[in-house]
């Protein structure tokens, strides 16, 4: 049993140990080698042609002022993009909402996610069903789901009819339309809309937990809780980093929403203006500034991975317990 | 006997409030789709329709006649590319994981680094390739780049991470060569997880809209979300047909998702009492 | 340092990725075939997007008429996101050979070189383009080009809901035809309406408020592309509509819960309001219960005015068949097509004779946007417009509310558009 726990609580950063047998060493690691990069071959092959290939490009253009169409035309600018995004007003503005949007969404969703998960597989009854209707957010488009929202939380929708006849609120709010509650709202949608997937996420890391690990706490008294933080949470190490991970990468690049919401302006006041948005703004609805836009999505990718690589550096330390 | 009891309760309290504020927009929509244009938009807190009506859904499965085939074709692509990407991520997740080869922590870091680009500045250099390439206007053009996932390589990596060494080992000693040992004992026993990746995949193909709306030209090969979004003209979105058309999509998925739910809890449990 | 690539660099820059370069881009020649019948059998696409159903319908009807006439197959191709799609099909070199042209995007698509010019063509075939009305023609030349031929077009009319407004004891006649009156009915309006129906609805986006801020005679763009937003005489003519909405006499459609006014107005929240004319089909498809009138815009310093939108059919400048796509543009813009597609479609007519023969002044809801069709703003303000509608889009609900004053606002918006404008454009 001894063993058993030890791999359990193996986390992802963790060197793979030795493998036992050690003679034939450099011919054993040969095959390993090969066998690692032949499993690896489809992707590589979509990844060089479908990704790197367009990011190459959309990395040269950042340096460009470009002219797509009527014969393109590069004007080599150097950094200039990138200076003037330092410089504008519009971008900042953009980064704060979209950092502030992110740390309040990320660290609520998975634990909620993780809340859900460890409820739904504690033994109760109509698991299934709840799973299911758990599962239901995750299967409606983003867009349909945004108009829902909007309705729902718009002057004389549901919500403020509610909050208003229970006397919480004296008049309705225009969540939508308030500089303040803008991005609120966006933040409980999406909430509301992932929180289904890295539930189902959490659930299938559950399984892989040994239940002999929570019989033998039982035995020593542990209560759920201590059961919940001393197992269940180390062990799902390398699921919570896929779920943060995952989770700052989409609030990051938040579009949808916030296109929807404002009608493509970012407004009231850029109170809903994203990251993803002005870029999309400057690559499809002005012309002649994609270099722009291929500038701010570089240095989006450079944020988005500098709060990625801080948030696993984050979670390895905590589980070091 | 106290003690044993309050929190059963309590967990039953959240599940059933966590239920009642997932369905209640869900079910707004769906109820919404019996509703005419009218009175979706004139607001109100009524959830039932004051005049139920099968006009939208009439509306969609008349309107254009190749409505079937758009259901078709979105099927066909969803499946092919779900199978294709499992394999294909699953692999690659594996390898990542547990196959030591130069460069591999790199590539790790790589694939993370990808996926953080925002797409909608790949949207144009992805369409000139396409277009060189010439599969334009082909369901290729939709399953081809999208036959790996870079997210669901990085989730069977962590589900692989915790993967027992001695079921592989004793597959070996056995005889089994490192891809009988993939396919035959570990594939299998992830389950739980390929499971959940198959849905997902699944999904984002059937809801998959900015690709099929730059690359698919021809209406005959329209997925079901690109004739969907036909229905709205350009001044004004009809949301009676758009709330009936999303209830028309969504059903396929439930259909999938209750066949693969066996799976989620299934998953053997590694390790332990072997 | 400007370096316009030769094809052989430009491959070699971009891997090996097969590109668009206009090197070599066609003759100016005009090619205007003068054998029409040498045409025949040709094939050429039409770029469009999906409007009404009846809008489809007729379009391929038009299609189907002009290839009997001239034996030119028309393959169409329907954009669902016109913005997206047709930069993309631009830079991918999918173009179609024609395709609808909005007069906002017009002056950046041709200052692209995207579009052909038209005189060339226009002098050979001899048309007449007195016909055209001079707004909507003129929204598509540029520097003395012509850029494209309007197919149709649209104005902004006043619409104001019949039972609504005798419910509260007035007649349509009361409904001021200045708009210096209008704050005033519209307050006594209010105490007569039931509670949760607005009097008057508006949308705060500059693509309904240009003509108002022009009207003391400031454009809002200046000869450098610049955005001018916080003159005097600008701030004053917007004015009375940030008080009026802040007296609840006036809402926008996102602070009642719908969508687009249009919605608002059919879901009888809103006595009245200024939209354009194709609301009319959409209230009547939607909303047939709602009985509605409608009226010209009223007028400011006692001059008529209104906002024009309008769509060419425009010329790829890359297009193969340019000789074929010229004769569908004529055709469609002739007596003949267009007769058929404002009847078809419901829309009007951009020939003024089409208008008088169709009878449209006589159409009770369409007469005010046909009789704007003479005077209306268009939609359009060189390459830069796009920029100053965003920021004025983002500022002045701020205005709206309270949280700034309108001059605060529009001076911000100005800023920040010209600051862009600067960087991006110039």
Same mark, same amino acid.
């Not at chain 1, 579009?255 to 009231?268: C, L, M």
């Not at chain 3, 005015?305 to 340019?322: D, G, H, I, P, Q």
């Given at each position: 049993?001894?063993?058993?726990?030890?791999?359990?609580?193996?986390?992802?950063?963790?060197?793979?140990?030795?493998?036992?047998?050690?003679?034939?060493?450099?011919?054993?690691?040969?095959?390993?080698?090969?066998?690692?990069?032949?499993?690896?071959?489809?992707?590589?092959?979509?990844?060089?042609?479908?990704?790197?290939?367009?990011?190459?490009?959309?990395?040269?253009?950042?340096?460009?002022?470009?002219?797509?169409?009527?014969?393109?035309?590069?004007?080599?600018?150097?950094?200039?993009?990138?200076?003037?995004?330092?410089?504008?007003?519009?971008?900042?503005?953009?980064?704060?909402?979209?950092?502030?949007?992110?740390?309040?969404?990320?660290?609520?969703?998975?634990?909620?996610?993780?809340?859900?998960?460890?409820?739904?597989?504690?033994?109760?009854?109509?698991?299934?069903?709840?799973?299911?209707?758990?599962?239901?957010?995750?299967?409606?488009?983003?867009?349909?789901?945004?108009?829902?929202?909007?309705?729902?939380?718009?002057?004389?929708?549901?919500?403020?009819?509610?909050?208003?006849?229970?006397?919480?609120?004296?008049?309705?709010?225009?969540?939508?339309?308030?500089?303040?509650?803008?991005?609120?709202?966006?933040?409980?949608?999406?909430?509301?809309?992932?929180?289904?997937?890295?539930?189902?996420?959490?659930?299938?890391?559950?399984?892989?937990?040994?239940?002999?690990?929570?019989?033998?706490?039982?035995?020593?008294?542990?209560?759920?809780?201590?059961?919940?933080?001393?197992?269940?949470?180390?062990?799902?190490?390398?699921?919570?980093?896929?779920?943060?991970?995952?989770?700052?990468?989409?609030?990051?690049?938040?579009?949808?929403?916030?296109?929807?919401?404002?009608?493509?302006?970012?407004?009231?006041?850029?109170?809903?203006?994203?990251?993803?948005?002005?870029?999309?703004?400057?690559?499809?609805?002005?012309?002649?500034?994609?270099?722009?836009?291929?500038?701010?999505?570089?240095?989006?990718?450079?944020?988005?991975?500098?709060?990625?690589?801080?948030?696993?550096?984050?979670?390895?330390?905590?589980?070091?317990? | 006997?106290?003690?044993?009891?309050?929190?059963? $309760?309590?967990? +039953?309290? =959240?599940?059933? /409030?966590?239920?009642?504020?997932?369905? %209640?927009?869900? !079910?707004?929509?769906?109820? @919404?789709?019996?509703?005419?244009?009218?009175?979706?938009?004139?607001?109100?807190?009524?959830?039932?329709?004051?005049?139920?009506?099968?006009?939208?859904?009439?509306?969609?499965?008349?309107?254009?006649?190749?409505?079937?085939?758009?259901?078709?074709?979105?099927?066909?692509?969803?499946?092919?590319?779900?199978?294709?990407?499992?394999?294909?991520?699953?692999?690659?997740?594996?390898?990542?994981?547990?196959?030591?080869?130069?460069?591999?922590?790199?590539?790790?870091?790589?694939?993370?680094?990808?996926?953080?680009?925002?797409?909608?500045?790949?949207? $144009?250099?992805? +369409?000139? =390739?396409?277009? /060189?390439?010439?599969?334009?206007?082909? %369901?290729?053009? !939709?399953?081809?780049?999208? @036959?790996?996932?870079?997210?669901?390589?990085?989730?069977?990596?962590?589900?692989?991470?915790?993967?027992?060494?001695?079921?592989?080992?004793?597959?070996?000693?056995?005889?089994?060569?490192?891809?009988?040992?993939?396919?035959?004992?570990?594939?299998?026993?992830?389950?739980?997880?390929?499971?959940?990746?198959?849905?997902?995949?699944?999904?984002?193909?059937?809801?998959?809209?900015?690709?099929?709306?730059?690359?698919?030209?021809?209406?005959?090969?329209?997925?079901?979300?690109?004739?969907?979004?036909?229905?709205?003209?350009?001044?004004?979105?009809?949301?009676?047909?758009?709330?009936?058309?999303?209830?028309?999509?969504?059903?396929?998925?439930?259909?999938?998702?209750?066949?693969?739910?066996?799976?989620?809890?299934?998953?053997?449990?590694?390790?332990?009492?072997? | 340092?400007?370096?316009?690539?030769?094809?052989?660099?430009?491959?070699?820059?971009?891997?090996?990725?097969?590109?668009?370069?206009?090197?070599?881009?066609?003759?100016?020649?005009?090619?205007?075939?003068?054998?029409?019948?040498?045409?025949?059998?040709?094939?050429?696409?039409?770029?469009?997007?999906?409007?009404?159903?009846?809008?489809?319908?007729?379009?391929?009807?038009?299609?189907?008429?002009?290839?009997?006439?001239?034996?030119?197959?028309?393959?169409?191709?329907?954009?669902?996101?016109?913005?997206?799609?047709?930069?993309?099909?631009?830079?991918?070199?999918?173009?179609?050979?024609?395709?609808?042209?909005?007069?906002?995007?017009?002056?950046?698509?041709?200052?692209?070189?995207?579009?052909?010019?038209?005189?060339?063509?226009?002098?050979?075939?001899?048309?007449?383009?007195?016909?055209?009305?001079?707004?909507?023609?003129?929204?598509?030349?540029?520097?003395?080009?012509?850029?494209?031929?309007?197919?149709?077009?649209?104005?902004?009319?006043?619409?104001?809901?019949?039972?609504?407004?005798?419910?509260?004891?007035?007649?349509?006649?009361?409904?001021?035809?200045?708009?210096?009156?209008?704050?005033?009915?519209?307050?006594?309006?209010?105490?007569?309406?039931?509670?949760?129906?607005?009097?008057?609805?508006?949308?705060?986006?500059?693509?309904?408020?240009?003509?108002?801020?022009?009207?003391?005679?400031?454009?809002?763009?200046?000869?450098?592309?610049?955005?001018?937003?916080?003159?005097?005489?600008?701030?004053?003519?917007?004015?009375?509509?940030?008080?009026?909405?802040?007296?609840?006499?006036?809402?926008?459609?996102?602070?009642?819960?719908?969508?687009?006014?249009?919605?608002?107005?059919?879901?009888?929240?809103?006595?009245?309001?200024?939209?354009?004319?194709?609301?009319?089909?959409?209230?009547?498809?939607?909303?047939?219960?709602?009985?509605?009138?409608?009226?010209?815009?009223?007028?400011?310093?006692?001059?008529?005015?209104?906002?024009?939108?309008?769509?060419?059919?425009?010329?790829?400048?890359?297009?193969?068949?340019?000789?074929?796509?010229?004769?569908?543009?004529?055709?469609?813009?002739?007596?003949?097509?267009?007769?058929?597609?404002?009847?078809?479609?419901?829309?009007?007519?951009?020939?003024?004779?089409?208008?008088?023969?169709?009878?449209?002044?006589?159409?009770?809801?369409?007469?005010?946007?046909?009789?704007?069709?003479?005077?209306?703003?268009?939609?359009?303000?060189?390459?830069?417009?796009?920029?100053?509608?965003?920021?004025?889009?983002?500022?002045?609900?701020?205005?709206?509310?309270?949280?700034?004053?309108?001059?605060?606002?529009?001076?911000?918006?100005?800023?920040?558009?010209?600051?862009?404008?600067?960087?991006?454009?110039?």
């Amino acid at each position: 049993m001894g063993t058993q726990i030890e791999i359990n609580q193996r986390t992802d950063a963790a060197s793979q140990s030795p493998p036992p047998k050690k003679k034939k060493g450099s011919e054993r690691s040969r095959r390993e080698s090969m066998q690692g990069v032949t499993f690896m071959l489809p992707t590589l092959i979509i990844l060089v042609t479908f990704t790197l290939l367009p990011i190459a490009y959309s990395l040269f253009l950042s340096f460009t002022r470009v002219n797509l169409f009527g014969g393109i035309e590069f004007q080599w600018v150097g950094v200039e993009n990138y200076v003037n995004a330092w410089n504008d007003d519009r971008v900042w503005t953009a980064l704060k909402n979209t950092a502030r949007y992110a740390l309040f969404v990320v660290p609520i969703q998975t634990a909620i996610a993780l809340l859900m998960a460890a409820v739904l597989n504690s033994g109760i009854r109509f698991q299934n069903t709840f799973r299911t209707i758990f599962f239901l957010p995750t299967l409606t488009s983003s867009s349909a789901l945004t108009m829902i929202f909007m309705f729902l939380f718009s002057l004389n929708g549901p919500i403020n009819n509610v909050l208003v006849n229970i006397g919480f609120l004296d008049a309705p709010i225009n969540f939508i339309n308030e500089t303040d509650f803008a991005l609120t709202t966006i933040m409980v949608m999406n909430i509301w809309s992932t929180v289904p997937f890295f539930m189902t996420i959490y659930l299938a890391g559950l399984q892989d937990i040994p239940a002999s690990l929570y019989e033998a706490a039982s035995l020593d008294g542990a209560n759920a809780w201590q059961k919940l933080t001393k197992i269940t949470v180390p062990n799902l190490t390398p699921v919570t980093n896929y779920v943060l991970l995952m989770g700052i990468i989409g609030c990051f690049q938040l579009f949808d929403q916030a296109y929807i919401i404002s009608g493509g302006t970012g407004g009231p006041n850029n109170a809903t203006l994203t990251f993803s948005l002005i870029i999309y703004q400057y690559a499809f609805k002005t012309i002649g500034t994609m270099g722009y836009a291929s500038a701010l999505a570089i240095i989006l990718t450079i944020v988005i991975f500098m709060v990625s690589m801080l948030a696993r550096k984050l979670n390895k330390e905590e589980s070091n317990y | 006997m106290k003690k044993k009891k309050w929190p059963r $309760i309590v967990l +039953y309290v =959240i599940l059933i /409030s966590y239920a009642l504020v997932t369905l %209640y927009p869900f !079910l707004w929509a769906v109820l @919404a789709s019996f509703k005419p244009y009218s009175e979706i938009v004139a607001g109100g807190l009524s959830l039932w329709p004051e005049k139920p009506t099968f006009a939208n859904f009439e509306h969609i499965f008349t309107k254009d006649p190749l409505f079937p085939r758009w259901i078709m074709n979105s099927f066909l692509i969803a499946t092919l590319g779900t199978i294709v990407n499992v394999i294909f991520n699953t692999m690659a997740g594996y390898s990542l994981a547990r196959l030591r080869f130069p460069g591999r922590n790199y590539l790790f870091l790589l694939i993370l680094a990808v996926m953080m680009v925002p797409g909608q500045i790949l949207l $144009i250099p992805n +369409y000139l =390739i396409m277009r /060189s390439l010439g599969i334009l206007d082909t %369901y290729s053009a !939709l399953i081809i780049p999208g @036959a790996i996932n870079f997210s669901y390589i990085f989730l069977m990596r962590q589900f692989f991470i915790n993967f027992p060494r001695e079921v592989e080992e004793a597959a070996q000693v056995d005889g089994l060569n490192r891809f009988q040992t993939f396919w035959r004992i570990v594939f299998p026993m992830a389950r739980a997880s390929v499971a959940t990746q198959a849905v997902f995949v699944f999904l984002g193909f059937w809801n998959e809209f900015l690709k099929p709306l730059l690359y698919i030209t021809s209406p005959e090969k329209y997925t079901l979300t690109l004739g969907l979004q036909s229905f709205q003209s350009q001044n004004a979105t009809q949301w009676n047909y758009i709330m009936a058309a999303s209830v028309v999509s969504i059903i396929p998925i439930i259909i999938l998702y209750i066949m693969l739910n066996k799976y989620f809890m299934q998953g053997l449990r590694i390790g332990g009492d072997k | 340092m400007n370096m316009k690539l030769s094809k052989p660099l430009s491959v070699l820059m971009l891997s090996g990725l097969v590109l668009t370069a206009a090197c070599g881009g066609g003759d100016e020649e005009a090619q205007v075939a003068s054998d029409p019948s040498k045409l025949k059998g040709k094939e050429i696409t039409v770029g469009t997007w999906k409007g009404t159903d009846a809008e489809v319908k007729t379009f391929d009807e038009l299609l189907k008429n002009f290839t009997n006439e001239t034996g030119i197959k028309v393959k169409k191709k329907v954009y669902n996101d016109y913005q997206t799609q047709l930069q993309t099909d631009l830079v991918g070199g999918t173009a179609p050979d024609v395709f609808y042209v909005d007069a906002f995007l017009a002056p950046e698509l041709s200052k692209q070189g995207v579009l052909e010019p038209l005189n060339p063509y226009i002098k050979k075939a001899k048309k007449d383009l007195n016909d055209f009305y001079d707004p909507a023609i003129n929204a598509f030349k540029s520097k003395g080009e012509l850029f494209g031929l309007p197919k149709d077009y649209s104005t902004l009319g006043l619409y104001y809901n019949k039972k609504l407004i005798e419910d509260a004891g007035f007649t349509a006649d009361d409904i001021p035809k200045e708009m210096e009156k209008l704050p005033g009915f519209l307050s006594e309006l209010k105490g007569e309406l039931p509670s949760g129906v607005t009097p008057a609805i508006t949308t705060s986006e500059l693509a309904r408020h240009m003509f108002v801020l022009q009207s003391g005679g400031t454009d809002i763009v200046d000869k450098e592309g610049n955005a001018v937003l916080s003159q005097p005489d600008q701030i004053s003519a917007l004015q009375p509509l940030v008080d009026a909405y802040q007296d609840k006499l006036i809402q926008r459609p996102a602070d009642l819960g719908q969508g687009w006014a249009g919605d608002s107005f059919g879901a009888e929240k809103a006595a009245i309001m200024i939209e354009g004319n194709w609301a009319i089909s959409h209230i009547k498809q939607n909303f047939p219960d709602v009985k509605m009138g409608t009226k010209e815009v009223p007028t400011i310093g006692g001059k008529e005015n209104s906002m024009m939108f309008t769509v060419s059919y425009s010329l790829n400048s890359e297009a193969k068949e340019k000789a074929a796509g010229w004769e569908f543009i004529d055709y469609a813009t002739s007596k003949d097509g267009m007769k058929i597609w404002s009847e078809g479609a419901g829309v009007l007519p951009s020939l003024k004779s089409i208008a008088t023969e169709l009878k449209l002044q006589d159409d009770e809801l369409k007469a005010p946007f046909v009789a704007a069709g003479a005077y209306a703003t268009p939609w359009q303000k060189g390459d830069s417009l796009s920029i100053v509608a965003r920021e004025y889009n983002n500022l002045l609900p701020a205005a709206l509310k309270g949280d700034m004053t309108l001059e605060e606002a529009m001076k911000k918006a100005e800023k920040t558009a010209n600051k862009d404008i600067k960087t991006q454009l110039k």
